[in-house]
């Protein structure tokens, strides 16, 4: 099956049309035509290759909502017609430790990726969803439950609420418990919305004193602005928890520090250069840990769709056409997004830019 689709040929090549493959469903395939893809920076950073490996053609995007239009024999779960995700993992081994437990994020075989994974099938590699359909296998698919509406807006949580909720999850965030989140922007305004709704008490970092409104409409209970020292000082040894969604190197003891005894705080993004070495001090006299997470398993992405979907929560969307990509990309550099481009993948019928 032929779909249209938006990728590059090479890292330094900007986004164009092109045509990809997409095959027929097997037994335990289900088919899905995207309605919408929500933008992740990391499909930037592959997009460029600057993590290096990327394969090419790619075709990112693994922030995916759309309908069943077949299914395999097989299925059981999916039905045409109905609403679905697919978030960032498409394959894993399926019988490790980790997959046993719902775990397949840490696959100890190591899982395929919605793009830039390798398969069997050409062009060797997966193709994400800047493009109009996509078949996955049943496992990888996931039961969307908002109305019509919020969809576009769901799009993202397939990556970026599924990277907070996990954390604040695993970590136990909710009543009587005080969470800090490092960060407002595409993971750090879904980790605020998460924490909020489970009940904890949620303090708010920025470095931008613009951002302190931000914060308290996304539902932030207070916000410390982390280049002012005495407002850093107030909550020294109070949280419990803290996420930090800054994927750029930082200094860690300004947080380590904010964290009570037997506190956690818990790093989302890899720099492209590592942290400096945080002050050991500061974890021994206190049994503080500093801590990583990924994304999550089948299992808990789906808990945390329908989390969302019970509370009313989706991500703060500004809707692109695909031939924006570029520019998008662009903006995502300068952090000029609230908080998180989605592509109206309709936009594929339209072709290039004018």
Known sequence: MTVKAYGAYAGDKPLE??????????PRDVRIAIAYCGVCHSDLHTVRDEWQGTLYPCVPGHEIVGTVTAVGGDVTRFAVGETVGVGCLVGSCGHCGSCAEGLE????????????????????????????????????????RHPHEQLAAVAPLLCAGITT??????????????????????????????AHAMG?????????????????????????????????????????????????????????????????LVLLGVPDHPHPTPNFGNLVFGRKTIAGSLIGGLPETQEMLDFCAEHGIVSDIEMIAIQQIDEAYDRMLRSDVRYRFVIDNATLEAGPAA
């Open 165 to 194: 909720y996990s954390p604040l999850r695993h970590w136990g965030a909710g009543p009587g418990k005080k969470v800090g989140v490092v960060g407002i922007g595409g993971l750090g305004h879904m980790a605020i919305k998460i």
């Open 17 to 26: 049309p092109m045509a990809i493959e997409r095959r027929e469903p097997g």
């Open 105 to 144: 994020n840490y696959c100890e075989n190591g899982w395929t990726g919605t793009y830039n994974g390798a398969i069997a099938e050409a062009p060797g590699h997966t193709l994400g969803g800047y493009s109009q359909a996509i078949v996955v296998d049943e496992h990888f698919v996931l039961k969307i």
């Open 200 to 264: 904890a008490h949620v303090v708010a970092f920025t470095s931008t004193a613009a951002k302190r409104q931000d914060a308290h409409d996304l539902g932030a209970d207070e916000v410390v602005i982390s280049r002012d020292a005495d407002e850093m000082a107030a909550h020294a040894g109070s949280f419990d928890l803290i996420i930090d969604s800054v994927a750029a190197s930082h200094d860690l003891d300004a947080y380590t520090a904010m964290l009570h005894r037997d506190g956690t």
